[in-house]
């Protein structure tokens, strides 16, 4: 994400240094709750030396290259404007700066030069033409209040960052339960129909456990510290459109209270009834109660709302976006392709397409392809995005930056991994160009180049690029922080790869220690590791071990996802590979199509997952000799990663091979 410098100008005297202080502590907090966002404040007493300047005539004419370098300036008055305060506000205006103003109340003079000197700032007040925002308060927190909503809408205008972003900024396991809430939703929808029909007990006892389940993840999701910062950017965009639309709408005004004070109840009433008032502000209205609905982590509704107001406004750029990428991040990856796809062809008839939308559509479309595991399409869009991004920026950006990372993860995918290492080395040199060397970004491609030298094979390169990552997250976290956590969870991948697997072991239990101090005992990570010990169990032959921890993985699967969903088949999968490993080859087949059924009504007839467990059971039939039934299941396997992968990738090599020692062996017999 890009940080964008904003040099913020305050003018103002000793006598409202607490406004002036209120105003520096906000802009802090604008800057924590907005990554691509540094407020800065310039204040001569801070920007400049007390003494002598040798290069000015008067400390005014080194205060105002100062103020020229500013993009907003704040005035704030109390009793009387000074001869500088005067100049620096001219020039604001000759320069054509935004800038507010601010005139505290409940000033009495009590003496004839304040009354003259008052009397003066009487009149700089009231020959302020109605361009020049300005604003009469009582109070420090009046002040506060009135400044916060200002600088609201006037960054929203001038510097906003696409909320559509967001999504990108979480983390997995917060992506991940974010879609296990909405497959949840849609479980309740399909159900509730169900008994409009045909009422029905056991249907009603599931809707209500549902339910409940519902709750405890929203509850979950409200304590995590990710969500919590979405949920505080959501909130104060809501808050800035609102306020933008206040001399027009009371029901917004009305609205934008109940938001504050976190009513969101009577706000969405409010919202209802202004879109239902000004039919041609529905659209915004809409949308505005898609953001009300997303704070309160419904992110279906959110979805419902957005769709409804692109259905209105279907030219707006960001309502597309918004509603594209709720589908994205929802997992609706075909819907979100149909959006993105609809907007780059209505965009792209203008006669001079706006670049930077063509970029965010492109990399929208790469992420939602790349989901799909379609990556010769994914790379296609990101590479057009990675052109429009250097025509945008130049050849140095961290916009560029993440392009590289992500072809990265798409040469991963594809099984390319000297392609994808590239990638990712660039990403992290581009990268060291505007973070330090221990910021979280520089740790995530440390992480992404030790994962393919796994997959490489390499397994001394991956585990000193893991160790690299975990040491900056050190420094970034305390010790026990998921994404600690994460660490030790790859560098067990590696350690397992490397057949050190009662090392691998050590660093899963470590990665479960800390995920059951931060989730609890039934989380999808711990289900993960879960998975990943009985991996590792199997690899050892300790195959009632193993199937321990696949059946304790399956037990969390069921409980998040219900009776179907991939990492569901994953469970049954990993089951099937112990019972084959234990000559049980009966039992393997069952579990391994029971997996391939789930992932088929998952995936359709071509996945890479699909692929895994053709070849699955091609191997247990392989291991009971019954070669014809092998070789077809080769077959259907190696025709669907031939959608995915390149010729020469080992799993098309390694599948071939086995299909020609079947026609040897059928040949035999």
Request: glycine residues 4%; negative net charge.
């Amino acid at each position: 994400m890009t940080t964008k410098k904003v040099n913020i100008f305050i003018a103002s005297s000793a006598e409202v240094s607490e406004e002036r202080d209120k105003c520096i502590r906000h802009l802090n907090q604008v800057n924590i709750s907005h990554d691509h966002l540094h407020l800065k404040p310039v204040l001569w007493e801070f920007d400049l030396h007390h003494g002598s300047y040798p290069n000015f005539e008067s400390i005014q004419d080194a205060i105002n290259p100062l103020l020229e370098e500013s993009s907003l300036c704040i005035f704030i008055f109390y009793s009387k404007i000074g001869k500088f305060t005067r100049q620096e506000f001219e020039l604001t205006n000759k320069k054509g700066k935004t800038l507010f103003a601010y005139f505290k109340k409940g000033f009495s003079p009590s003496s004839i030069e304040e009354i003259k000197t008052f009397g003066e700032l009487i009149e700089f007040k009231a020959s302020m033409n109605e361009t020049i925002l300005y604003k009469n308060y009582d109070s420090v927190d009046k002040f506060g209040e009135l400044l916060k909503d200002n600088l609201h809408v006037y960054l929203s205008k001038e510097f906003s960052e696409p909320s559509f972003d967001d999504e990108e900024s979480l983390s997995n396991n917060v992506r991940t339960l974010m879609k296990i809430l909405t497959q949840k939703e849609d479980k309740i929808e399909e159900l509730k129909s169900s008994l409009s029909a045909l009422p029905d007990k056991a249907i009603q006892e599931k809707v209500k456990s549902l339910e409940k389940e519902k709750n405890d993840l929203r509850a979950e999701l409200n304590k995590n510290k990710e969500i919590q910062q979405q949920q505080t950017k959501v909130k104060q965009e809501l808050e800035a459109r609102l306020a933008s639309q206040l001399k027009k709408d009371n029901l917004k005004e009305k609205a934008l209270s109940a938001i504050k004070e976190n009513n969101f109840a009577d706000a969405e009433q409010l919202l209802k009834e202004s879109a239902k008032d000004s039919i041609f502000e529905a659209a915004s209205t809409y949308f505005e109660l898609g953001k009300l609905k997303k704070l309160q982590l419904s992110y279906k509704e959110a979805l419902r709302y957005f769709e409804l107001a692109v259905e209105m406004s279907p030219d707006d750029f960001g309502m597309n976006m918004e509603a594209g990428i709720s589908l994205r991040g929802l997992g609706y990856n075909d819907q979100a392709i149909e959006r993105f796809e609809n907007a780059l062809s209505e965009i792209e008839k203008g006669a001079d397409p706006d670049k930077n939308q063509l970029a965010i559509l492109n990399s929208e479309l790469a992420q939602a392809y790349y989901n799909k595991a379609v990556f010769d399409v994914a790379l296609e869009h990101n590479e057009v995005a990675l052109d429009l991004y250097k025509f945008i920026h130049g050849k140095e950006h961290p916009d560029i930056a993440r392009r590289y990372n992500h072809v990265g993860l798409i040469y991963d995918g594809k099984g390319e991994w000297d392609k994808a290492i590239d990638f990712y080395q660039m990403a992290l040199e581009m990268y060291l160009q505007f973070y330090d060397e221990d910021h979280a970004y520089i740790a995530y491609e440390y992480n992404n180049i030790g994962a393919s030298y796994d997959n490489k094979g390499e397994w001394d390169k991956a585990i000193d690029y893991i160790d690299k990552a975990l040491v900056i997250k050190k420094k970034i976290h305390n010790d026990d922080h998921p994404d600690i956590a994460d660490s030790y969870v790859n560098m067990g991948l590696a350690y397992d790869s490397k057949k050190g697997f009662e090392t691998a072991i050590d660093y899963y239990q470590k990665a479960l220690d800390i995920y059951k101090k931060f989730f609890g005992e039934k989380h999808p990570k711990i289900a993960v590791v879960y998975n990943n010990i009985g991996i590792a169990k199997d690899s050892l032959e300790d195959y009632d071990s193993a199937m321990k921890y696949f059946e304790k993985a399956l037990v969390i699967y069921n409980q998040f996802h219900g009776a179907e969903h991939p990492d569901i088949a994953t469970g049954y999968s990993n089951i099937g590979s112990v019972y084959k490993d234990k000559g049980e080859y009966e039992n393997a087949i069952s579990q391994y199509e029971k997996a391939l059924s789930i992932y088929k009504k998952f995936h359709g007839e071509a996945h890479p997952d699909i692929a895994i467990s053709y070849g699955n059971i091609g191997s247990v039939y392989d291991d009971m000799a019954d070669y014809e039934k092998a070789k077809i299941n080769y077959t259907k396997s190696l025709e669907i990663y031939k959608n995915f992968l390149q010729d020469d990738h080992y799993h098309i090599a390694t599948l071939k091979a086995n299909i020609d020692r079947c026609n040897q062996n059928l040949g035999r017999q």
